[in-house]
């Protein structure tokens, strides 16, 4: 086997608690690279652990990596290759600072006496995570719901000059 075919058979485990999941406005992403047999829905899970779930400036939810706040949150898991793995990281702006990808423990949400899985989320970077939580009033949520996907606002859609660290940065500023 190649080095190029081992690193593409190398998978990882990503939950997946937001947009990306079945039914919402980027599954379409997760769609292509299950096409593309660089992705398996392996079904729904939950956090282990409690995590704060909130949403930001254009309804974008962040889990935020505080273990023991907010609540168990539920999403689905898949098994990711590393083909795959580099488009989510792209998608998810972990190179300019946007989500920072950490392990996290996760359960099947249909068998939960299952055991315990190791996997890796997409959580707020630290650079603001804990300002969010705060400027939410440490009030999370255990699910971003298909009403919360409703208010999503597309990247398409956004202003075009708008950068979205910036958009954070003012959203945390701004008096509520």
């Not at 690193?7 to 937001?18: A, E, P, R, V």
């Not at 989510?88 to 899985?117: A, I």
């Not at 009030?139 to 954070?168: F, H």
Request: contains cysteine; hydrophobic residues 30%.
């Amino acid at each position: 086997m190649s080095t190029n075919q081992e690193s593409n058979s190398k998978q990882t485990l990503i939950f997946s608690y937001g947009t990306l999941k079945r039914g919402f406005s980027n599954h379409y992403l997760m769609q292509e690279l299950i096409n593309k047999n660089v992705a398996v829905f392996l079904g729904p899970y939950i956090t282990h652990h409690p995590y704060p779930l909130v949403c930001g400036p254009y309804n974008i939810p962040y889990l935020i990596h505080l273990s023991g706040s907010g609540n168990r949150v539920k999403g689905e898991l898949y098994s990711v290759s590393t083909q795959g793995l580099a488009r989510l990281d792209e998608f998810e702006g972990t190179k300019f600072g946007h989500y920072d990808r950490l392990p996290v423990q996760v359960q099947s949400e249909e068998d939960e006496g299952d055991g315990l899985v190791e996997a890796e989320a997409y959580f707020a970077n630290k650079s603001f995570a804990e300002r969010l939580w705060e400027k939410k009033g440490k009030v999370g949520w255990n699910e971003y719901s298909e009403s919360d996907g409703k208010q999503y606002v597309k990247p398409g859609d956004r202003a075009k000059d708008s950068c979205i660290l910036d958009d954070i940065e003012l959203f945390l500023s701004s008096i509520q």
